[in-house]
Each structure stands twice: as C-alpha cells, then as structure tokens.
C-alpha cells in the first residue's frame, strides 16, 4: 500500500479538504545511518541533530520536522494528511566510486521505503539511482518497485558521466532508465543539485539554491521537451521541482531558438508539444502567486501539484518571515489566481494523478 489510508467519510462530513504535499523530506536519525558513511564522509548527522555532514559541507537541521516523529506531528499541525517524500540531495552521489554510489543509494532507499512501511496512511516515499552507473540504476529499479513497493523514482537534473562531463539527465546514454520507468508505470521527480560544482563561480550569498538550481530544471525540462520524453514513455508522469519556475518564464526564448535556428535542432521536437501534457506537472514551490499564476498560464492548473519543499528555510515554512506551508496557493486563492476548486485539486486530484493513483485506490479506515 503505497499512498493514504483516509477516513474519508469523516473528512466529508467536516467539509475539510484533503491534503497531499506533493514534495518533502524526511531525514533518517543519526543512530539510522550506517557507520561506513561516516567512515568514508559520505553522510551523516550529529548527534545532538543539529547540523547534517558531506565531507567538508555541513548544514544546519533548522526544523525538528527534519526528522519522522516530528514531521507526523508538523503535518498534523497543519492538516496535511499525506506527504511525498523525496530522497536527500546529497545522495545523488554525483562523482562517487561506483562501491560507494551503490552502498549509499541501497541505504537511502531502504530507509525511505521504512518510512513509507511504518506509515503508509502518511507517506509515499521515493528512491533514487545514479544514472552514470547504468548497469547497477536499472537493478536498483527493479528492487526498489518489486521487493521495495516503490513507486516514485527522484532523479538528478544533472550527473557526471564516465568522462568527469556534467550531463543532463535527458541523455541517450539514459533512455534505459525512463524505459524501464515506463515499464513499471513510474511516477518521476526530477530535481536539481550540485550547482556550485558545474557553474565556477564564487560560492556565496546562496546563489547556487537561489539562481543555479532554477537554471538547472529549466535546462533538463529543455531537453526533457525536444527529445519528446513525455511521448516517447507515455506510461511515466514526470513533475519538475520547485515549478521549474524559469523554465516557464523562458519559454518563448526557447520556441524562437527553436524556430530562428532549425539548423541547431534537427531530430529533435518542437517543444510547443509537450507544453501542458498530461503527464507533465509542476509544482507549487515557486514563492510567490504571480510566479504561479505564470505556470498556471503556461501549463494549465490541472499539471499543478503541491509542494512545499519541507523542512528546508527555502520550503514553505512557518518561522521564515510571513511563510507557512500552503502560503502561495492560498494567496493565489485570494488574488483570484486560483479557485478554491483549483486549490482543492492541487493539493489532492493532482497529486494522485501524478503519482498514477486513482480516489478508488485508497484504503478507508
């Protein structure tokens, strides 16, 4: 049972809409991470639960909901019925030994399978691969939706491949993969990372977060359009973080490119046929409603799903400024961006859709 078991007749009887965050995260405690992760700095986190560790990076855990206990009670709180779950960045394992990647993904997604296994009312969780190592991804694959009862595969905007490139991940050398998802019928989340490693510049005032990973989602949804992925696997629904917002807003730069230079795009499809597809969503993590009223121009509110990107100071989180999670869909309600409808359907219809569920699909309690 992969999504929530819902007391629907109670929920209808109160006229209280249900709601699926559609993008968030969940970290393991630190006694939860292999000692091996450590040993070799692939991952971990301190005791006290402070900050989380990569090497030389560290980051602060600024919410409590970081963690399982804590993020039932932050969703409870803010009547969030069901969350995705999507994997840690940081495992993504971008220029690792082919040993580590494998060690590292297998833990991660045991672990976000455990947390989808002791609550399922709660959490759909999604597992992770490394597209450079081919070969061990698809066996990955297999485990994860045979053994795991996984449905939901992350992916990276971005990986190096054997030649130490940045690559998109909408390469020929990865066609395996997105067939293999289509096999299964896989829901696909593509989210960037590792900015700051592919763009030399000066790692400062958070640019890589801020500008970079923005850049990152529109390039993949670039090649994601032209090589027509979204018909060639008609069985997959691919959702782009965080609204792949500047992907929207340089769409018209990309159809004159298209259009001015044929010369620079033979063999590829026009991108205009993938713009609102069915199996094409966005998310709502944009920051503000006019930056969503775009996307929902663009794309249609139906290819809109919620996703607040929690606990990270960059989701939609109470305690930074006027933020709380819900802020941008519920100021668009009241700018006359959405309707309450509109709402209702990003937040529920939407999500199921995405994730290949269907309302008859859930388990009433």
């Not at 971990?44 to 989380?52: G, L, N, P, S, T």
């Not at 977060?209 to 060639?232: E, G, R, S, Y």
């Not at 008609?234 to 004159?256: D, E």
Request: hydrophobic share 40%.
């Amino acid at each position: 049972m992969l999504l929530a078991t819902f007391d629907r007749e109670n929920q209808i009887s109160q006229m209280k809409p249900i709601k699926i965050n559609g993008h968030g995260h969940v970290l393991p405690e630190p006694n939860e991470i292999p000692q091996f992760m450590k040993d070799k700095k692939l991952f971990w986190i301190d005791d006290d639960k402070k900050f989380m560790r990569q090497d030389e990076w560290a980051r602060p855990i600024t919410d409590p909901s970081f963690f399982f206990k804590e993020k039932i009670e932050w969703m409870e709180k803010y009547n969030i019925d069901h969350g995705v779950m999507l994997n840690l960045s940081q495992i993504y394992c971008n220029g690792w030994s082919r040993q580590n990647a494998y060690d590292a993904i297998r833990w991660q997604n045991d672990f976000n399978a455990s947390v989808q296994q002791r609550r399922p009312d709660k959490f759909t969780c999604g597992f992770v691969v490394q597209p450079l190592y081919l070969e061990d991804a698809l066996k990955e694959i297999e485990r994860c939706v045979n053994e795991l009862k996984m449905t939901l595969l992350c992916l990276p905007t971005h990986f190096l491949n054997k030649d130490n490139e940045w690559i998109s991940v909408i390469d020929d050398s990865t066609l395996p993969i997105f067939e293999l998802a289509n096999h299964y019928g896989l829901a696909i989340e593509i989210h960037p990372y590792d900015g700051e490693k592919m763009v030399k510049l000066k790692d400062e005032y958070w640019r890589f977060h801020l500008v970079w990973m923005m850049a990152q989602t529109a390039d993949a949804l670039h090649l994601f359009a032209l090589k027509d992925i979204v018909n060639k696997f008609p069985n997959i629904r691919t959702c782009f973080a965080h609204g792949c917002m500047l992907g929207q807003a340089n769409y018209g730069r990309r159809l004159q490119g298209y259009d001015g230079r044929p010369d620079l795009f033979q063999g590829t499809n026009d991108p205009r046929c993938s713009l609102g597809h069915k199996n094409l969503f966005f998310d709502t993590l944009v920051h503000d409603a006019y930056t969503l009223q775009l996307l929902k121009i663009r794309v249609g509110s139906d290819q809109i799903i919620a996703g607040l990107d929690d606990p990270y100071p960059l989701g939609e989180m109470e305690g930074v400024r006027n933020s709380y999670p819900g802020r941008v869909i519920d100021f668009a309600v009241e700018a006359n961006i959405l309707t309450q409808q509109e709402s209702n359907e990003i937040w529920y219809d939407n999500v199921l859709r995405w994730l290949g569920k269907e309302k008859k699909d859930l388990i009433i309690r």
